[in-house]
T-cell receptor
Framework: QKEVEQDPGPLSVPEGAIVSLNCTYSNSAFQYFMWYRQYSRKGPELLMYTYSSGNKEDGRFTAQVDKSSKYISLFIRDSQPSDSATYLCAITGNQFYFGTGTSLTVIP | GAVVSQHPSWVICKSGTSVKIECRSLDFQATTMFWYRQFPKQSLMLMATSNEGSKATYEQGVEKDKFLINHASLTLSTLTVTSAHPEDSSFYIC?????????????FGAGTRLSVL
């Protein structure tokens, strides 16, 4: 079993839609949870991080962690074409584990 | 804060030559840096972990004589692709941890696109 599983998509939504991106993880000892956004031919950029169960909001983005289910989500409200990118979840304990990334396209 | 600069962003070289890629942490000290390789539409593949002042730790299947990593200072790590061949063409990305800050986060450079002719 992989430490982190992420649905690769691709995901295609119309502009304005709510997007839900998800990852599951295997080790309950994992402590920190992050989401990165990667545009084509660019390095990943950190979007959000959290370390506790619950929701964390930043503008149109909400990161959600459910430690009891070992499940993390990123919600994007009012999605824009500029949100089209690959989104990677990342989880750390003693080591870093990245999801495989979900490719998102927001259609104008 | 926590900016990682990677240079060059794109390099084209002839087969058999060596190419050096630099990764700098601009506003923090990075005792640990990571080097990744990424093929089109695929995920990050960790190549090696670079620790300041010591030898890099390479992932299984990565040739350490092919991909030379030097981490001589707290703000600079370099990856040298020696005797590059067309199959080495790829997107290389570095990242760094700020151990004096949020050590659980990796901050990434913008990546280097290597094309070997």
């Amino acid at each position: 079993q992989k430490e982190v599983e992420q649905d690769p998509g691709p995901l295609s939504v119309p502009e304005g839609a709510i997007v839900s991106l998800n990852c599951t993880y295997s080790n309950s000892a994992f402590q920190y949870f992050m989401w990165y956004r990667q545009y084509s031919r660019k390095g990943p950029e950190l979007l959000m991080y959290t370390y506790s169960s619950g929701n964390k909001e930043d503008g149109r983005f909400t990161a959600q962690v459910d430690k009891s289910s070992k499940y993390i989500s990123l919600f994007i409200r009012d999605s824009q074409p500029s949100d089209s990118a690959t989104y990677l979840c990342a989880i750390t304990g003693n080591q870093f584990y990245f999801g495989t990334g979900t490719s998102l396209t927001v259609i104008p | 804060g926590a900016v990682v600069s990677q240079h060059p962003s794109w390099v084209i070289c002839k087969s058999g030559t060596s190419v050096k890629i630099e990764c700098r942490s601009l506003d923090f000290q990075a005792t640990t840096m990571f080097w990744y390789r990424q093929f089109p539409k695929q995920s990050l593949m960790l190549m090696a972990t670079s620790n300041e002042g010591s030898k890099a730790t390479y992932e299984q299947g990565v040739e350490k004589d092919k991909f030379l990593i030097n981490h001589a200072s707290l703000t600079l790590s370099t990856l040298t692709v020696t005797s590059a061949h067309p199959e080495d063409s790829s997107f290389y990305i570095c990242s760094a941890r700020d151990l004096n800050g949020r050590a659980w986060i990796q901050y990434f450079g913008a990546g280097t696109r290597l094309s070997v002719l």
